[in-house]
């Protein structure tokens, strides 16, 4: 599903709407509601508006539990990190448990951490393939999303769920959930906006597959459902819009 958007303001609005509906059907359902956030500047606005009484109020937030969908190596305190962002625009502003919360960082190595992250995945979903409620990814300009990024051994994973792996040209260690984990996810929605993002828009959603060069084609849900909101820019090169 596509839904285009005359601004982030509006497109943000429709990604808090989203959250909280899943949120409320989840814990209502199952007793709990799980959920991947992203990092990057595409979800801050939405953070944002969760923080705020309007949305706040409206999530279960006590039967909550929060993850990442991948992460920069860097320590908690540094501002490159995502789960840095989602602490100071949302985490730090609403009733949850700190024992909800799952950051991407470990004192471990980035492998190890992995490891250890897999375990409390698995663990949290009762030894079960990891199946979240929801997961919220944004899209670069090259098409990747989470950590995985075109020509990257990690996007031929097939049995992992979370991998770490060092990427050459950021010169740094990422951390990600992987391709299998993110299908199994009942909703996922994708927040993409700008006119930078138009091209890898169009290949992902209209041209041909090809998820070496193009990773988030690999996102397709097993049984669940993708909403792709994006802005007139970002949309510019569709054939089909919404």
Partial sequence: MIKVFNSTAQLSRAAAEIFVQTAQEAVQENGRFTVALTGGSSPEQLYKLLAQPLYRDMVPWEHTFIFWGDERWVK???DRSNAK????TLLHHVPISKSHIFPMWGEESPEDFALIY???LLNHFGGATPQFDLILLGMGDDGHTASLFPGTSVLQETERCVQA????????YRITLTAPCLTQAKKIVFMTYGEKKAKALYEVLEGEQNPTQYPSQLVQ???GETIWLVDEAAASKLSQKG
């Fill in 85 to 88: 962002m989602a602490f100071e």
């Fill in 165 to 172: 792996y060092y990427l050459e040209p950021q010169s740094m």
């Fill in 118 to 120: 897999e375990k409390r």
């Fill in 76 to 78: 908690l305190t540094d």
């Fill in 221 to 223: 849900p097993v049984h």
